[in-house]
């Protein structure tokens, strides 16, 4: 069995997440369900960041140690992950012992070949982003990141010689396609290796909380040599036990969202060929979620959190919201009105809806039991599987691209192909028309269309999928991900449920904008 190891970034435990953090995660684990319908053997991480300055800071403002609010908020995050059905395999956490030690004997490994030497530092430092920049870098003298007061500091501090990579790392982006998408691959070019790799400052002394360096303990590893590393720290390199390092490093696909793409795509490929390790097969970069009026932030009164809109209208309608209305390359704005809107649409009508008619129609002319296939009979038949075949082709190229807004739109028009074929074909009439074998075909074909899309669904949306599947009696069928190429693999006495709840409820759109605005205050 082959093994797909996905990784998301570790979070700062520095407040609530909101839905832009869990995007990432949403993302992975849509993957990771995808994956391990196509037989992989899948390994999911996440984890929580925290340690540095910014966490030391929020613990005071909280009354609280820094390892007490980080524990608090590990509890937090691993609630929030448990309720949106994330099926990670592990939660690494940065100021765990088994990072702990092996990012130490990294650092020293470092040491010891050369990669790191002693030196003094003097910069620009943005402390909310724990990083420094050169004069060149600010943007009107502030923060390029944050937009905020940097500060002039001077330390002695321990650098690693980025330099030394400089030519290896540029022919990894010509030589591999370890970059998606393509154009952050020139972003970074342009932008970082080409004006000249600068050596990184990777030790700080103005704080405490962190991982001292071993051989010299008034120093703390800066906190993106220790987050990087828990991608193979979580997995046992450098420990007593490092089979699922064997087993699964190299990751398969790193998702990162675009602030964090020059750490993942120049320092941790740099800090990989230094160990000697396999580099990731691919990084994913994501856009950003925005609001109509620019960033989410508290201070705007504009953060969604996704606690609001799962309680109200469920996970599977948050987590399809977020994968359709988002492409991943670009920015996607969220509304209230969108949201509401594709709930209604999407959910309800297009989809609630096909299931409902289906349904009722099995149990109207056959007594629930779902007819054999019997060939293309009606007119339609034909178009209505060629079209699918075709569309399905596509819903697994875009997946196959984590393009998962193109994909949803593609799986959606084979659920609005499918309603077209119910007027085309007529049903009601079929019947009075005593058209048995025609009514016949109708039936199978809707049915086996709902099999397809319930099973397309099932990464995206696990409940609803999973709902489809039974309320047309196929829980327990073959729902193999490669099913979906046939068109006649409804066994024989397969019968659909009696009633059927609606997948989805419609909305009445003003009460519920309304109501997701006063939950954004
Ligand atoms: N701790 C670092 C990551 C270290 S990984 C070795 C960090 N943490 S974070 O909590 O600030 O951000 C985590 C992820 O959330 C990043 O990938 C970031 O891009 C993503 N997002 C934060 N806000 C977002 C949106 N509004 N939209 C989409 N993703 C967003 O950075």
């Known amino acids: 069995m082959d093994k797909y190891y996905i990784t998301t970034p570790i979070y700062y435990p520095s407040g609530r997440y909101h839905i832009g953090t869990a995007y990432t995660t949403v993302v992975a684990d849509t993957v990771k369900k995808y994956k391990t319908l196509r037989g992989y053997d899948t390994y999911l991480l996440t984890g929580a960041d925290e340690h540095g300055q910014k966490i030391e800071t929020v613990a005071k403002k909280n009354n609280m140690t820094p390892q007490e609010h980080v524990d608090h908020m590990a509890d937090v995050a691993k609630e929030l992950w448990a309720k949106m059905k994330i099926e990670n395999d592990d939660f690494i956490r940065t100021t765990e012992e088994r990072h702990i030690k092996p990012v130490q004997q990294i650092f020293e490994k470092f040491l010891e070949n050369g990669d790191i030497y002693k030196g003094t530092y003097e910069g620009m430092y943005c402390v909310p982003c724990e990083t420094y920049f050169t004069k060149t870098q600010l943007v009107d003298g502030k923060c390029p990141d944050c937009g905020r007061d940097v500060v002039l500091m001077k330390e002695e501090a321990y650098f690693f010689n980025m330099k030394k990579y400089a030519d290896r790392l540029i022919k990894l982006y010509e030589e591999s396609d370890f970059i998606t998408p393509e ?7 342009n932008n970082f290796i080409k004006p000249g790799l600068e050596d990184l400052c990777v030790t700080r002394t103005n704080f405490d909380w962190g991982i001292k360096v071993n051989s010299d303990p008034n120093h703390v590893i800066y906190v993106w040599l220790d987050a990087l590393t828990n991608y193979i720290t979580a997995l046992g390199y450098l420990s007593e036990d490092d089979s ?15 602030d964090i793409a020059r750490f993942h795509l120049i320092y941790w490929p ?92 099995v149990n109207k002319y056959f007594e ?65 028309e005593g058209e048995t074998l025609k009514l016949q075909s109708c039936m199978n074909h809707l049915i086996e269309a709902l099999r397809k899309i319930g099973i397309m669904l099932l990464p995206f949306m696990e409940e609803t999928a999973k709902n489809i599947l039974k309320q047309i009696g196929l829980e327990n069928g073959e729902n193999s991900w490669e099913s979906i190429y046939d068109v006649d693999k409804i066994p024989e006495n397969t019968a659909v449920i009696k009633k059927g709840e609606p997948l989805f409820m419609r909305l009445n759109v003003e009460e519920e904008i309304e109501y997701i605005k006063e939950g954004m205050k």
């Open 368 to 432: 629930g039991v779902v007819p054999k296939y019997v060939g293309q009979v009606n007119d339609v038949d034909k178009e209505l599987e060629e079209y699918t075949l075709k569309q399905i082709k596509l819903v697994e190229e875009h997946l196959e691209k984590f393009e998962f807004a193109n994909c949803l739109q593609e799986l959606w028009s084979i659920i609005s192909r499918t309603n077209k074929y119910i007027d085309e074909t007529m049903p009601w009439s079929l019947e009075k």
């Open 244 to 258: 699922k390092f064997k087993k699964y490093w190299p990751a398969d696909l790193q998702i990162v969202g675009k």
């Open 183 to 189: 154009f952050r691959k020139t972003e970074m070019i």
């Open 270 to 361: 740099i800090f990989l060929m230094a160990l000697d390790l396999p580099l990731p097969k691919k990084i994913l970069v994501h856009n950003w979620i925005t609001m109509k009026d620019g960033k989410m932030s508290k201070s705007k009164g504009n953060v969604v959190y996704p606690e609001l809109l799962i309680d109200r209208y469920g996970l599977d309608a948050t987590r399809y919201f977020l994968l359709r209305e988002m492409p991943v390359a670009q920015d996607g704005i969220f509304s209230p009105e969108s949201f509401v809107e594709r709930f209604n649409f999407d959910l309800c009508n297009d989809l609630g809806n096909l299931l409902n008619r289906t349904v009722s129609m």
